[in-house]
T-cell receptor, first 112, second 113 residues
C-alpha cells in the first residue's frame, strides 16, 4: 500500500528566503505526482503536476522535482512571501485507477 | 479554468437528519471524488465516480452514499447524520482517461449537533 510522508509537519522561515518542502513515497511505480496548497478552511489548489518522465516542473517561483528511484519529490519556493503561508500537500495516484494518496502536509509560515 | 463548486460553505444539521452535499464541475470531467478532512487524519476518500451512474467505494464509505445522475454533478448523502460525521467535506474532479490531475472545490464545513 502506498504511503506518502511529508516532513517536517510545520516550517517557519523569514520572508525572502528560499525554501524546500519534502515529499516521500514508498511505492516508486507512479506515473506522476501532484503538489497542492491549502489555505485555512479552504479547498485545495493545484500547484504543479510533475510526470514521471520529467525531472522538474516550474510555475513562477515554484519548482517541483521528482526522483522516482529514491521515492522523493521536492517543492522549491524562491523568494518566499507572506502570501505563501499555507499548508502544502503532495499526492500520488494509484496505477490501478486514478485515486490519489495524499501526504499529511507541511504547514508553512512565512514571517514578515 | 476548471471550476468545481459546492452547494454550501457551512452547514449545521441535527443528529439523524438526512444531509445532501452537492458538487458541480464545469469542465466535462469524467471522474469525481468526495473526501473528508479531519485534523491529524488528513484527506480520506469516501467515494468516487468515473462515469455517470458509476460509483466506487473509497477508504471510508460507511455511513455515506453517493449519486451521479449527470456528468457534471456528484452528490454525497448522509442518510442519518451522526456527530462523528462533523468534518470538512471536499469534492474534486479530474479529466480521467489517464489524466488524473485533480481540481478541488472550496469545501463544506459540516457540523452535526
Amino acid at each position: 500500500k502506498q504511503e506518502v510522508t511529508q516532513i517536517p509537519a510545520a516550517l517557519s522561515v523569514p520572508e525572502g528566503e528560499n525554501l524546500v518542502l519534502n515529499c516521500s513515497f514508498t511505492d516508486s511505480a507512479i506515473y506522476n505526482l501532484q503538489w497542492f496548497r491549502q489555505d485555512p478552511g479552504k479547498g485545495l489548489t493545484s500547484l504543479l503536476l510533475i510526470q514521471s518522465s520529467q525531472r522538474e516542473q516550474t510555475s513562477g517561483r515554484l519548482n517541483a522535482s521528482l526522483d522516482k528511484s529514491s521515492g522523493r519529490s521536492t517543492l522549491y519556493i524562491a523568494a518566499s512571501q507572506p502570501g505563501d503561508s499555507a499548508t502544502y500537500l503532495c499526492a500520488v495516484p494509484s496505477l490501478l485507477n486514478e485515486k490519489l494518496t495524499f501526504g499529511t502536509g507541511t504547514r508553512l509560515t512565512i514571517i514578515p | 479554468d476548471v471550476k468545481v463548486t459546492q452547494s454550501s460553505r457551512y452547514l449545521v444539521k441535527r443528529t439523524g437528519e438526512k444531509v445532501f452535499l452537492e458538487c458541480v464541475q464545469d469542465m466535462d470531467h469524467e471522474n469525481m471524488f468526495w473526501y473528508r478532512q479531519d485534523p491529524g487524519l488528513g484527506l480520506r476518500l469516501i467515494y468516487f465516480s468515473y462515469d455517470v451512474k458509476m460509483k466506487e467505494k473509497g477508504d471510508i464509505p460507511e455511513g455515506y452514499s453517493v449519486s451521479r445522475e449527470k456528468k457534471e454533478r456528484f452528490s454525497l448523502i448522509l442518510e442519518s447524520a451522526s456527530t462523528n460525521q462533523t468534518s470538512m467535506y471536499l469534492c474534486a474532479s479530474s479529466r480521467g482517461r489517464g489524466n488524473n490531475e485533480q481540481f478541488f472545490g472550496p469545501g463544506t464545513r459540516l457540523t452535526v449537533l
